[in-house]
């Protein structure tokens, strides 16, 4: 039976990948978005996960999240990375089709009651909705399946900062929260996302087997390239939140270890997961391996099929 699925995202260019694979995989069953700040405003984040729903022919609820981090001020969108809009150069078009009347942290703990242990949750952005939906019902995670989150670093070192992942880094406060909580939690961080990188060739194939959606990817990625080579150290961009949602369908192709985590949340290494097994916490699975190929090929197997 497919995997019932709610996906916490910040859409962003490789949130855009994650969403056409989620719907492409037949072992995930997408029931609905939850939006949340970070590569855009939450108010972009809602627009865009509409935008892509529509694009895709999918109707599932959209439930809009928090605008601001947990304690943090609001931090300006990653514009540098996925565009002023969140999808490169694209213009995205004002939406018709309206969220739901119910927040996202309502809608998650609603849902995750509803499907009491069937649900699994991927969150691809900051974990600002996933804490609030704790602080409304402390069994939230007891009630679902599992969470895969993308999102830290172990060894991999961070991508916003030296120490910090961007998920992590725009709200540290919701993510140590999260951490700490008991949840059964998998983690896919830099470890292994910066492993998986994907050439401007792969897309421009993805856009030959699937104009339309491929296409679409296509154009996007190669925004999100240049940012990487500006970085230096990629030939293409890491497929990030894609990642997250192959693991969450395909587990075998990630190697695990456990650690308790915590997250520093001020001064310069603020958003930086640490493994500390003095913690009184439940040990998180953190994916520290991965195999490289058989993720992109499932990424290219599962999209290229997406008319
Ligand atoms: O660090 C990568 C993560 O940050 C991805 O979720 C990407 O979309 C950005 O939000
Ligand atoms: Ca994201």
Do not use: W
Request: aromatic share 6%.
């Amino acid at each position: 039976m497919a995997i019932k699925m709610i996906i916490d995202t910040d859409p962003g260019i490789d949130d855009a990948m994650a969403l056409f694979y989620a719907i492409a995989d037949p072992a995930i069953d997408l029931l609905a978005l939850t939006t949340v700040f970070g590569n855009v405003t939450t108010a972009q984040a809602t627009r865009n996960a509409l935008f892509l729903l529509k694009t895709a022919g999918v109707d599932v609820p959209v439930a809009q999240g928090s605008s601001q981090p947990r304690k943090l001020p609001a931090f300006p969108p990653s514009a540098h990375v996925h565009g002023s809009e969140g999808f490169g150069t694209l213009q995205v078009p004002k939406q018709t089709a309206q969220v739901i009347p119910e927040s996202a942290q309502e809608f998650l703990v609603r849902m995750a009651r509803k499907h009491k242990g069937e649900l699994v949750l991927c969150a691809i952005g900051p974990l600002t909705n996933i804490a609030a939906a704790l602080d409304i019902d402390p069994e939230f995670c007891r009630n679902l399946k599992r969470i895969v989150i993308m999102g830290g670093s172990l060894g991999a070192g961070g991508n916003i900062t030296t120490a910090a992942e961007a998920n992590i880094y725009h709200d540290p406060h919701a993510a140590d929260f999260v951490f700490r909580k008991g949840c059964n939690i998998t983690l896919v961080g830099l470890d292994v996302t910066n492993q998986v990188i994907c050439p401007r060739s792969y897309f421009a194939q993805l856009a030959t087997q699937s104009p339309k959606l491929g296409g679409l990817l296509h154009k996007m990625a190669d925004f999100y390239i240049d940012f990487y080579e500006t970085v230096g150290k990629f030939e293409g961009c890491g497929m990030h939140d894609p990642s997250a949602l192959i693991a969450c369908s395909t587990p075998e192709l990630f190697v695990t270890e456990d650690h308790k985590l915590r997250v520093i949340c001020s001064g310069d290494r603020s958003g930086e997961t640490v493994s500390d097994q003095n913690l009184a916490a439940e040990a998180v699975k953190v994916c520290v391996g991965v195999n490289i190929s058989l993720v992109k090929q499932k990424f290219f197997e599962n999209v290229a099929k997406l008319k």
